[in-house]
Each structure stands twice: as structure tokens, then as C-alpha cells.
DNA sequence: GTCAAAATTTACCCTAGGGTAAGAAGTCAG
DNA sequence: CTGACTTCTTACCCTAGGGTAAATTTTGAC
């Protein structure tokens, strides 16, 4: 059980833990040399959250990970999730559909973010989490999207009228 | 053996194939409702590229694949390389870091292009692929740096002048 | 070489979206 | 309910980069 504004991996630190979240919301995000926010990653119910970046190169975490709500997550140790690939070869499959998904979502987005305006970008935001909308801030999901909160708060405005 | 031009895999059509550069150069792209062309990826040697998309889902290509300069590549049935696991399972553990590699790097082209310039991003492109930048016109870069060529030529003449 | 076709650069104006800042609307502790 | 704090909206002007098009350079076939 973690709560809201919990960090549950801070940026700089080394990186070993990534998580599985059973409810609530987290985000993982970056600052930029001018201090503002970018949103990688949200992850709600059944996804798996981290620096990946870190975890995946041993190097020092670019990112840290938030609690946007009270949340239930799981922490798992990477090391003792790669010893487990030797007595439960079972997993090696699941763990490698698990990538594939991510590598299909990962393209779909950067796609969207090339082709896509700022409006556009939001109005499949919405479609796709229907119900994430709710416990995000706008702030988060500009973030998130590649704009600012003021042109979110724009296309939302226009939406509404149309 | 492919030639410059050579279509590999063409929007639509059902995807099985995955390619293994071996020398060379290709592409994958695809083609927006205003008949822009947005390139999601690169591959050189030692590279793998497909429609993602298409084969872990499914569906049909969106993307195109092409080859920018004479090639050598594997062909790989996607259908046969799944069989392949179950006879050498040692080769889990190795697709498996191909895909956590792929992620890692999908995330920081994610945030790179969330945070950086244009003039940056090119930048950054030319530290990364030092090398690639002869055999890939400016257009292709720019459809993948998320800029039109005329942005990319602007900058290319502002770093002359530094 | 010569010519045509393609790629690149340059120049012009234009627009989507950013920056700053002020105001409005929620949210919540007491 | 009230005041403090946070989030969201609106308004203003501004800039990075886009669109169009013409000029230039490069490439490649013959």
C-alpha cells in the first residue's frame, strides 16, 4: 500500500525494484535541464512500472516513479525475477509476450506523436483510458501528451464546444 | 541480397517476416492521412526490423519496410522463430534482452522527443549514428526526428555557422 | 561530358502551440 | 463556513517550426 505523492523511485538512485500495480495509479516521469516535467509512463491495474532505462543498463535512474493515487503494487527485486527464468522456464514466454506487448505499445505512441496534433493526441488519450481521465491530472496527461497544461486546457475548451 | 527501393514488407499486407540486417541499410515508415511519410525506424547492421505492430498482433501492416541502400538481410518466418524455443531454449534468455534492449531504447527516443529541440534531437542523432548519416538522405532523418526536411536543412546551416 | 530527375537549400509568410500572468474554480483543513 | 492551497482556464503576445515555392546542388543515366 503506497499513497499518493509516495515516490517510489527517485531519480539518481541505482535501480533494482519495479513494480505491479493491483489498483490505484503511478506515474514515471523525468525533469528536464529547465525543470519542467515529462510524463513516460502511466501504469494502472495489471501494469508493470520501473525505470526501465535504469533497470534494464545498470545505470543510475533518469526517471522517478510517483504515486498519483493510493495504490496497491507489487515490488519485485529484478535479480530474484532473473533467477527465476531458471527453475521456472514457464515464465521465459510470458515474461517475453509481456516485452513484445510493450516494444507494440511503445511503437504505437511514438507513431501518434509524430503524426498526430496536440487534439488529436488527447482525443485518443481519451478513448484509450477511458477512465484513467479521472484520477490524472490535466497537468500529468499534458505531460504525458507532449504539450503544455495551457494547451490542454485550450483543445479541452474546444472539444467541449464542438 | 535486396537493391535501393526494394519494398520488404508494403502497408497492408499480412506480416510474418522479420528481417536481420546483415550489411546495408532499411527503414520501416509509415504513411499519414495528409500523405506524409513518418519513419518509425532505422535498421544497420545487426539490427532486426519488421512491422511490430503487425506480427505480435496480428493485424495488418500499417507500416511499410524499404531498403535505402543495397542490403543484405535474414529473412525469418515469425511463425518458424516462435517454434524455435521450444527445441533450444537457451534462446529465451537471448530475445529476451533483445527486447529489453529495444525497450530501453524506445523510451528514451520517447523522452528525448519530449523534451528536446529539433536542433537537438539532430544532434543527438548524429552522436548516435555517426556513420549513418551518408547513407540516409535528409529527408528520411527528418521524417524520423519528427521535423520537415526544410526544419533539418535550417539546422544543418545553423551548426555550419557555430 | 550532357541532360533530366532528385535532393537540398533558401526565402517568404503563416500557424500550432509555448510562456507568462492573471483570474476562476475546486479542494480541504480547521 | 472560511481561508489557504492547488488546479484549471483564459488572455495576451511570442517563437519554433510548418507550408509553399523557387533556386541551387547533387546524382545518375546515357
Redesign the pocket.
Known sequence: MVSKGDVLIQEGQTVNKTFFVLSGSLRSFCIDK?G?EHTLQFAIKDWWISDFIAMYNQVPASLSVECISDSVVLEFDAQTLDQIYAPFPEFEPFQRKNLERHVVALHKRILNQLQL???ERYQLFLAQYPDIEQSI???HIASYL?????????V??ELVKT
Open positions: 529547465e519542467k496534433t496536440a487534439r491530472s490535466n497537468y507532449g504539450m503544455t497544461q495551457q494547451s490542454l486546457s485550450r479541452r475548451a
